[in-house]
């Protein structure tokens, strides 16, 4: 059995040395340019960041410390959590250490869910969740230490202690916040029996008889958690991290990126996209019928959610492992046959249409029509819990990045007119 600390104390030390070796002999290497075109669109394929969690690869997706996520969707978030950090899977002594650790971390206090029930009834469970997390910043550790002066080689120990509160509360915060957003404000206590994820389904309170949301859940947060450091979330809280916010300040900011239709929202938009194809057709639509549909969104200038991908270039592996479950937890279910008409007519609109790059599902196009056919009928909610798990990769990185004294982040911007001069525009 071992402690995630002392692991990762022996691992860190040989990460830097090795960070230290690169850079002792490469610090001057050309690893990437910039185009024009790059720097004016959203640094796309610069390759100007770190990121020792996991990789996405174009061609097979997300490859989470040298194993394709395929390999590893039957673990729990938990696991996942060491296997970010440390680089190998925990044996059981160990994932029960952890997980021990964390329930005993979880409680949320009153204060908390008092400020929240502050808010009006129509406030976003994402602003709810993202102010939630600020309101429990008054307990940092991070914090607390870094003002009694305490030494750069010690970041990561209070950035890490700060990581397993922060992920011990967040699935009892987020839980409460689905209380107090749609039910009756009563906030339901943790099972000591169940584990991380089990315990945020129990704690939303959704009747759950067959088990299949817990295993949802289970599922779900296991493959939200960590997909390199380049997207919006991550890059916010990587950002924030670097200023030594402590880790409450930047995994809110990292989940109020989250909150963008472009990103983590698509969940919430996908589902709704669902419901109103539903609600115009009574039903699945025939395939011609979803076309037209299809056609009519896009002429509006909208776009299609759950397709496309700023990196991906083929089907997002975490779509395949929605799809797998649902074709064993709900395979009648109307949404369900709707999504793979889905699969067979959008991709081919959005080729015919011309403009994206990539015209495969990804995560988002099927997550919310699970939730909503296991009791979870609240759309707006879904990127709450997207956040309960993007968490965990988040702040894993960010224990990596005080771990090896990784600087604030400042890269260089420029004017148009500097552009123009540069290019002999
Ligand atoms: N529907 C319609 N148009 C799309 C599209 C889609 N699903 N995906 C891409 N496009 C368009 C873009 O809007 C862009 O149009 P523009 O030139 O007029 O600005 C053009 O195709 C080229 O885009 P791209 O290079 O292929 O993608 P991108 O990196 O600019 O954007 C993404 C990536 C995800 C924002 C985009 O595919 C999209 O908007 N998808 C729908 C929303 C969605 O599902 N988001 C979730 C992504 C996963 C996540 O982060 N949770």
Sequence with gaps: MAKLKDVLAEKLAAYREDVKKVLATHADDVISQVTVAQAYGGMRGVKGQICDTSTVSPDTGLIVRGRPL?????????????????????????????????????????????????????????????????????GSKFRKHYDEGMRKEEYWEWCLEDTLDLLAKIPTLTAGVYRIRYKDGKIIPRDPSKD????????????????????????????????????????????????????????????????????????????KFHLAIVERFGGVPSADQLKDYTWELLNSGRVVPGFGHAVLRCTDPRYTACYDFA?????????????????????????????????????????????????VTEPPFYTAIFGVSRAIGICSQMVLNRGIGTPITRPKSVTTEWVKKQVGA
């Design 327 to 375: 074709k064993k937890a709900c395979p009648d279910l109307p949404l369900f046959k709707l999504a793979k008409l889905m699969l067979e007519v959008v991709p081919a609109v959005l080729k015919e249409h011309g403009k994206a790059k990539n015209t495969n599902p990804n995560v988002d196009a099927l997550s919310g029509v699970l939730m909503y056919a296991l009791g």
């Design 196 to 271: 991380w994820s089990a315990n945020f389904a129990h704690m939303m309170g959704v009747p759950d008889p067959t088990g299949n949301l817990a295993d949802l859940m289970r599922l779900y947060l296991n493959l939200h958690a960590d997909h390199e450091s380049g997207n919006v979330s991550a890059n916010l809280c990587h950002t924030a991290g670097s200023a030594l916010s402590d880790p409450y300040y930047a995994v809110s900011a990292g989940l109020n990126g989250l909150a963008g239709p472009l990103h983590g929202l698509a969940n919430q938009e996908c589902l």
């Design 70 to 138: 395929a390999e590893i969707t039957d673990r729990c978030p938990e696991e996942m959590l060491w296997l970010l950090l440390t680089g190998d899977l925990p044996d059981a002594a160990s994932l029960k250490t952890l997980q021990d650790d964390l329930a005993s971390r979880a409680d949320v206090p009153d204060y908390v869910f008092d400020a929240l029930r502050q808010l009006p009834k129509t406030t976003h469970p994402m602003a709810m969740q993202s102010m939630g997390l600020l309101a429990l910043q008054e």
